[in-house]
């Protein structure tokens, strides 16, 4: 374990709150660990340890609480570009460990946000990928990760494909991001 894991850690410990833990686990269902700490606080931490980058990120990834994987999303969001195909790998991973819905949205669209615009036969690719998937998360993340495409004409479709071959998903948050994607079409429409 790194030392810099270890202060954040210790920081999460010291700023946890029992009320956070019951409504972030109201809000985000799963069994997941929550230390119970606030957004502005992981915003901290990210500005104070993001030059760590890839190595870190991977490290609060696979310690595995709400917090140390939005951290890592963060981190990544800053720091993706320095290495998009070390980026790419470790988005391969990780869409094979998401456990709720906002981790899920997190590594699909934060996670990526620095690579959209060089990498989008990539993200198409794996996009595809998963959508033919036997994992729920990866079905929506599927979704979620095309998102910032849905504002590119050129692209829908290719995000319609794969809108249509989810669209009757039988899992609950499937279906949460089938109309979503939906409704984004809807508004430039």
């Given at each position: 374990?790194?030392d810099?894991?270890?202060?954040?850690?210790t920081?999460?410990?010291a700023?946890?709150?029992?009320?956070?833990?019951?409504?972030?686990?109201?809000?985000i269902p799963?069994?997941?660990?929550?230390y119970g700490?606030?957004?502005?606080v992981?915003?901290?931490l990210?500005?104070?340890?993001?030059?760590?980058s890839?190595?870190?990120?991977e490290?609060?990834?696979e310690?595995?609480?709400?917090?140390?994987k939005?951290?890592?999303?963060?981190i990544?969001?800053k720091?993706?570009?320095?290495?998009?195909g070390?980026?790419?790998?470790?988005f391969?991973?990780?869409?094979?460990?998401?456990?709720?819905?906002a981790?899920c949205?997190g590594?699909?669209?934060?996670?990526l946000?620095?690579?959209?615009k060089?990498?989008?036969?990539?993200?198409?690719?794996?996009?595809?990928k998963?959508?033919?998937?036997?994992?729920?998360?990866q079905?929506?993340?599927s979704l979620?990760?095309?998102?910032?495409y849905?504002?590119?004409?050129?692209h829908h479709?290719a995000i319609?494909k794969?809108v249509?071959?989810?669209?009757?998903?039988e899992e609950?948050y499937?279906?949460k991001?089938?109309?979503?994607i939906?409704?984004n079409?809807?508004?430039?429409?």
């Amino acid at each position: 374990m790194s030392d810099a894991l270890t202060e954040i850690q210790t920081e999460l410990t010291a700023k946890a709150d029992k009320k956070n833990i019951a409504f972030f686990t109201m809000m985000i269902p799963g069994k997941q660990k929550i230390y119970g700490v606030k957004t502005p606080v992981l915003n901290e931490l990210v500005k104070q340890y993001q030059s760590f980058s890839f190595d870190l990120a991977e490290e609060l990834w696979e310690s595995g609480a709400q917090e140390e994987k939005v951290i890592a999303i963060k981190i990544m969001e800053k720091m993706g570009k320095t290495n998009p195909g070390r980026l790419l790998k470790l988005f391969k991973k990780f869409s094979k460990q998401i456990d709720n819905w906002a981790v899920c949205d997190g590594l699909g669209m934060q996670f990526l946000r620095a690579v959209v615009k060089t990498h989008e036969r990539e993200i198409f690719t794996l996009a595809e990928k998963y959508s033919l998937s036997k994992d729920p998360w990866q079905k929506r993340l599927s979704l979620v990760m095309l998102e910032w495409y849905t504002r590119k004409g050129e692209h829908h479709t290719a995000i319609k494909k794969i809108v249509k071959r989810l669209e009757n998903d039988e899992e609950y948050y499937v279906k949460k991001a089938v109309v979503w994607i939906k409704k984004n079409f809807a508004r430039g429409e």
